[in-house]
């Protein structure tokens, strides 16, 4: 049998081959809540670019998708609400 266990999960998303530079990423949650953020960050500890993220916001503050964001692994964001509590890195980068 395959072991398909990985020691962290920046192993797990290094090893996922369809998350390169300019993938589409799909992200969970509403607001803070349900928001993968974790995995998020090893997402973004990969130093990809060009992505574009769908989510419902743009995260807040450093966290979720506000991390992405201000890393600049984000060429597009695709969102319902862009201008939630907190979402001071998409406000900076809009303007």
Same mark, same amino acid.
């Given at each position: =049998?395959? +072991?398909?266990?990985?020691?962290?999960?920046? +192993?797990?998303?290094? /090893?996922? #081959?369809d998350l390169k530079d300019?993938?589409?990423?799909?992200?969970?949650?509403? @607001? +803070? *809540? @349900?928001? #993968? /953020?974790?995995?998020? %960050?090893?997402?973004? +500890?990969? &130093?990809?670019? %060009?992505?574009?993220?769908? $989510?419902? /916001?743009? @995260?807040? @503050?450093? /966290?979720?998708?506000?991390?992405?964001?201000?890393? &600049? !692994? *984000?060429?597009? =964001?695709? !969102? $319902?609400? #862009?201008? $939630?509590?907190? $979402?001071?890195?998409?406000?900076?980068?809009?303007?």
């Open positions: =049998m395959i +072991d398909k266990r990985y020691a962290s999960l920046t +192993d797990v998303v290094a /090893n996922c #081959p300019g993938a589409t990423v799909l992200v969970g949650g509403f @607001g +803070d *809540a @349900g928001v #993968p /953020n974790e995995i998020i %960050n090893a997402v973004r +500890d990969l &130093g990809l670019k %060009n992505l574009t993220l769908v $989510s419902n /916001n743009t @995260g807040s @503050g450093q /966290n979720g998708l506000a991390a992405l964001l201000s890393a &600049g !692994c *984000a060429s597009k =964001m695709l !969102c $319902s609400f #862009p201008r $939630s509590v907190g $979402s001071v890195i998409f406000e900076e980068l809009y303007e």
